[in-house]
């Protein structure tokens, strides 16, 4: 579903920021980015999107260079999900309509209503303004925002760090949810190694920028040869050592 | 007639000087540490109106059309420069100010002469311009930093509106809908009360030129509407201009100050 193959991000004032990243992700999988604050995550999942601009053909949608498709076009089918559930002004009702509206379609109430369904919200929350819902309520009217674009992939930055623990489970059984029933493909990042497991298939490592480890996440926590990311489960700042790029089974 | 006869006020001038004595007095004992500036603002404002007052004496002569229109090009200019600092942060924020002034400019005198109510000439269209381009000048300026400030402060909901696949003119819609109002409202206020709180610039001097009430009211009326409509403009063109230098090529926010 989506490639990443070398992909190299600096910055206008010319600092490095991801190297040499290459990782896939299959249709309906769950891939979780993990690392250390600052390790370039949320650099990382903005590339995919082109919120972030990747040089030309590092990054693939379904074989295609994202570069090369028209970015409104890649931004419908790659959706995104911010940890600040980022809502706009207005009611929930407004916020659901705001992607199909940019094409002149306005969704009925029923629509409206079937979006707030799929992510497990009741319709009276249709005419509530966006300021009296509560933070897992708003993050749910973030991934209906997203959905009305029925998009294929969604891309999700750290959307329950600011949530309790029971708002945050509900997350995760909704994004498994997605994925079973509408088939959809998450790139989620986050930093509960925890989190990790629960919901996601494949998991990268990040640290400075480096892969530093990437494969079945079962795998990568339990199997005593990925030690970067059990040092890291276990609360340990790896962002200090030395880390071998692509992995510990990498051929350098 | 002599250019001199213009400053036989002089000995009135020099005596208005005591109100700055005062107020550097002023500065001086209550330690605001104001003095040097205000003696600054004395010697330009002194210095600056009385070159500007030859000039236009000179000026006001000429029925050379072209150079009329040099002139306001240079007020213009030094307009868009003033206003652009206003907005730094904004990408080519003195390009974008010195534009939407000039195109504010254009179409406000353009219809006013056009419409007959001003004829073409220096001794008009100078004064009247500066007024214009002045009035412009402060909204651009209020635009500009405002826009800087609502993109500053709204980013995330700038990229999440493109991440839903809106261009940049529809990620900003809101933005662009307060900045405009904002930049707007204190023309819009100020004409409303006019006359009741303080009477405004023109009709002042006109009367203290000796003109009676009534014509010096018509002239203020002409020129309240000229100031706004040149306000409208200017706030729309800067606004429409200005919030571009924040998107790439590829709908991508950039240059937003931390
Ligand atoms: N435009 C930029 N210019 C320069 N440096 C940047 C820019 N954007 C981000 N950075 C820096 O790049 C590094 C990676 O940032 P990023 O936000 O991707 O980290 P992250 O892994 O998502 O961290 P967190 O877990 O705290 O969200 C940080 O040190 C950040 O300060
Ligand atoms: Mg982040």
């Known amino acids: 579903m989506l490639d990443v193959r070398h992909l190299t991000y600096t910055t206008v004032d010319g600092t490095t920021l991801l190297k040499d990243i290459s990782f896939q992700v299959a249709p309906k999988a769950i891939v979780t980015l993990m690392g250390p604050s600052g390790s370039g995550k949320s650099t990382l999942l903005r590339t995919l999107n082109r919120l972030n601009e990747p040089a030309p053909g590092t990054v693939w949608l379904k074989e295609r260079d994202i570069t090369t498709i028209p970015v409104v076009e890649l931004r419908r089918a790659v959706g995104m999900v911010f940890q600040s559930a980022a809502l706009f002004d207005g009611t929930v009702a407004d916020n659901v309509r705001y992607g199909p509206a940019l094409l002149k379609q306005r969704l009925s109430d029923a629509e409206c209503v079937a979006l707030l369904a799929q992510v497990g919200l009741p319709a009276e929350l249709l005419e509530r303004n966006i300021g009296l819902v509560s933070g897992g309520q708003a993050q749910r009217v973030a991934f209906a925002r997203a959905l009305a674009n029925q998009p294929s992939v969604l891309l999700l930055d750290e959307p329950t760090s600011a949530l309790d623990p029971a708002a945050t489970l509900m997350i995760e059984q909704l994004v498994r949810d997605l994925r079973d029933r509408l088939g959809l493909t998450f790139v989620w990042v986050t930093h509960n190694v925890a989190q990790a497991r629960r919901v996601s298939d494949r998991t990268l490592l990040l640290v400075n920028g480096i892969v530093a480890d990437w494969g079945d996440t079962g795998h990568l926590l339990d199997d005593t040869h990925h030690d970067l990311v059990q040092r890291f489960a276990l609360g340990e700042d790896v962002s200090q050592l030395p880390v071998q790029p692509g992995g510990p089974h990498a051929n350098p | ?258």
């Open chain 2, 1 to 258: 007639m002599p250019i001199l006869s213009g400053l036989d006020a002089l000995p009135r001038v020099l005596a208005a000087l005591v109100l700055v004595i005062v107020a550097a007095g002023i500065a001086w004992w209550q330690k605001v540490d104001l003095e040097r500036d205000i003696g600054v603002a004395t010697v330009r404002s002194f210095v600056q109106l009385i070159a500007i007052g030859y000039i236009l004496e000179a000026v006001f002569d000429t029925t050379n059309p072209l150079f009329i229109v040099l002139i306001l090009m240079v007020m213009t200019t030094i307009a868009g420069y003033t206003a652009g600092q206003r907005g730094a942060g904004v990408p080519n924020a003195r390009l974008v100010a010195g534009v939407a002034i000039a195109a504010g400019t254009l179409v406000t005198l353009g219809l006013l002469v056009g419409l007959r109510v001003f004829r073409f000439e220096a001794r008009l269209i100078i004064p009247i311009g500066g007024m214009v381009i002045g009035n412009a000048m402060t909204t651009c300026g209020l635009v500009l930093a405002r826009l800087r400030d609502e993109i500053k402060t709204t980013r995330t909901q700038i990229e999440a509106a493109l991440a839903l696949g809106a261009t940049p003119r529809q990620s900003v819609a809101g933005q662009l809908r307060r900045v405009l109002k904002s930049g707007l409202l204190p023309v819009i206020d100020s004409t409303k009360i006019v006359g009741i709180i303080q009477l405004p610039g023109t009709m002042t001097g006109m009367i203290l030129g000796g003109a009676t009430p009534l014509a010096a009211v018509q002239t203020q009326i002409i020129v309240l509407y000229m100031l706004l409509g040149a306000a409208a403009f200017s706030a729309l063109a800067t606004a429409l201009l200005g919030y571009r230098g924040f998107f790439s090529a590829a709908y991508q926010v950039q240059h937003v100050p931390q």
